[in-house]
């Protein structure tokens, strides 16, 4: 189980209602808040030529597989975020095809009328216009840093493959009859496992990204009280 110093609870399971309440509360408070930015922009007149895109970072673990917050696991509490896109005059519609936070960016470039360059998303615009036929995507992957090493995890066709660093025990689920992922079936369906496997090489063997080097900068009393207050400083 872990949970982090800043998570001041004394049960974590009879807690786990006065942890959830405040986060909902945060939820409702962002709500709140993009709906006065949208007001904003119509009363300026700038929201017909405005695209709004709302999405996450990460998800949020209350205790589903013994997690408290986030960055403890690739489970899909952790890695699943909403994405909804909208602009001017769009048809709504809910996209049940399997997308990445990668494709963000190059959707944007794309409403924008700007080349896209070459990057691991692809544009979701033929999603937004009802193509789905048109978009190629059939795998996501995720990844976080542990101490040692990378553990990944790739979704394909229904099942997600969670690889852990060095010689961890691998997890495979079946996310239609299985989205809790309660059920490891890695013994069980070998070769779907290791089609998987292959899919998650050939991803991270093919990506475009591009590596910074870190730089070091000052954080004043304010923001390191802010990030302390979120559990990412000491």
Not at 106 to 115: F, N, R, V, Y
Request: proline share 6%; with cysteine; hydrophobic share 40%.
């Amino acid at each position: 189980r872990c949970r982090p110093e800043y998570i001041a609870l004394a049960d974590d399971g009879k807690d786990l209602g006065a942890y959830v309440s405040p986060y909902d509360g945060g939820i409702r408070y962002t709500d709140d808040k993009i709906a006065e930015l949208i007001s904003a922009l119509n009363q300026r007149g700038m929201l017909e030529n405005t695209v709004i895109i709302v999405t996450a970072d990460h998800g949020e673990a209350f205790l589903d597989h013994g997690q408290w917050t986030h960055g403890g696991t690739l489970y899909n509490e952790e890695i699943s975020v909403p994405l909804v896109v909208w602009r001017e005059g769009m048809t709504p519609r809910v996209v049940e095809r399997l997308v990445s936070t990668l494709d963000i960016f190059p959707t944007i470039l794309d409403l924008a009328g700007i080349p896209l360059p070459p990057s691991d998303g692809e544009s979701l615009v033929h999603l937004l216009k009802g193509q789905d036929e048109a978009y190629r995507r059939n795998a996501a992957v995720s990844e976080r840093g542990t101490g040692a090493g990378p553990e990944r995890a790739v979704v394909q066709a229904g099942w997600k493959l969670i690889v852990p660093p060095a010689d961890g025990p691998r997890l495979l689920f079946d996310l239609s009859a299985d989205p809790k992922e309660t059920v490891n079936r890695f013994a069980a369906e070998t070769i779907r496992a290791t089609g998987l496997s292959k899919t998650l090489a050939d991803v991270s063997g093919s990506t475009n990204s591009v590596a910074f080097r870190a730089k070091s900068a000052p954080v004043s009393p304010e923001l390191r009280k802010q990030l302390e207050a979120l559990g990412y400083a000491k």
